[in-house]
């Protein structure tokens, strides 16, 4: 008898820490409504920085709520949250160097290619 | 989620509490799973894997004086006789985040030992993916019918085909693995092997629901990054 009373015990307390299901419907229909507001950027075809800021800005939004509340970085402790986004920064090291790498490319094949070189 | 107590040990919050786990003995982590450090340090160089991806296809796209195909014309798909631009991208992005919400459920109704929602969820997350790997094949045929190879397409800059498919393709790969294991673990879950204790996956110790977690962060990682290839790859 006192080994049942001390099961349900503990499945009381894990029931108790994990997150009410609202949460979870509110990130999803919030994940919707971005998808579609990003949709909704290609179809009435937003040009040059308003396009790109809002195409950015909706991924960003997006990718936060799915790794906060989807895979619970919200709720875990700071030393598994900060060992994840740290490296992140070498990540848009990257993408500065290879702008600047890009651009040195493409000045390079319109001099040498279609402007013909220098002489 | 990682245990909110440990014995013996204080658990502070905040930078404080990164301090002393960080500092302390035996685990960094302290009340997190170790399948689940596993598999976060996994999606962490994964990230780094299609980071890779997308930044290549950015210096390959920049650095081209030829002009780069519209998305919203190559994707676009005919419905009642009216091309409407990335139809199908839009439902393939719908249907994965579908899937990405009830994986998120079942986590939850796992962790509260409640066996058929937690597999009902799991295999309606098995057949999102499956319809969303069906879509995507559909999408390859369709463009490579209209003669997109990876070293040459009729709408514009060569070097197109080959970002899509290996970016696609890698991911659709995800995917399709995801999907494999979402299908092996609906049967544990409905045979019960969390509440018998039986062993869990590459080790002795007994399974548990937290590897439904464990796999929800796969899920979801494949998800987050349609978000990035929606972003860059579909609409930019």
């Known amino acids: ?119 | 989620m990682s245990e909110p107590k440990i014995d013996g040990f204080e658990l502070k919050p905040g930078f404080k509490g990164m301090a002393s786990d960080t500092a302390s003995d035996q685990t960094m982590f302290k009340g997190v799973h170790w399948g689940k450090a596993m598999m976060w340090i996994f999606l962490l160089s994964d990230t780094f894997v299609f980071s890779c991806f997308l930044i290549s296809y950015m210096k390959g796209r920049g650095s081209t004086p030829v002009e780069w195909p519209n998305p919203s014309e190559v994707f676009a798909l005919e419905a009642f006789g009216v091309p409407v631009p990335l139809l199908l991208i839009a439902l393939m992005t719908f249907v994965l985040i579908t899937s990405s919400g009830t994986m998120a459920i079942a986590v939850k109704y796992g962790y509260e030992k409640n066996r058929k929602m937690c597999g009902w969820l799991l295999l309606a997350t098995a057949l999102g993916g499956l319809t969303f790997v069906g879509m995507q094949a559909y999408e390859w045929s369709k463009l490579i019918h209209e003669g997109v190879r990876p070293w040459e397409n009729p709408f514009g800059a060569a070097q197109f085909g080959s970002f899509f498919f290996m970016i696609t393709g890698f991911h659709g790969f995800h995917v399709s693995i995801g999907v494999i294991f979402l299908f092996i673990y609906t049967y544990k879950v409905f045979a019960g092997h969390y509440e018998k204790g039986k062993r869990g996956w590459f080790t002795k110790l007994k399974g548990d629901y937290v590897e439904i977690e464990i796999l929800g962060l796969y899920w979801h990682f494949v998800d987050l990054v349609w978000v990035f290839i929606f972003a860059f790859f579909y609409l930019w």
Request: net charge neutral; proline share 1%; with cysteine.
């Open chain 1, 1 to 119: 008898m006192e080994n049942t009373n001390n099961i349900e015990k503990t499945d009381k307390k894990e029931e108790a820490s994990t997150h009410k299901i609202g949460i979870y419907l509110w990130i999803w229909t919030l994940l919707f409504v971005l998808s579609f507001f990003s949709y909704m950027v290609d179809w009435y075809q937003f040009q040059g920085m308003l396009r790109w800021s809002l195409i950015l800005f909706f991924m960003f939004l997006k990718a936060g709520l799915i790794m906060a509340f989807f895979m619970h970085l919200f709720w875990e402790r700071y030393a598994l949250v900060n060992v994840l986004l740290w490296p992140m920064t070498a990540i848009a090291c990257f993408i500065f160097l290879m702008a600047a790498e890009f651009q040195y490319t493409l000045f390079s094949r319109l001099f040498y290619f279609v402007v013909g070189g220098g002489a």
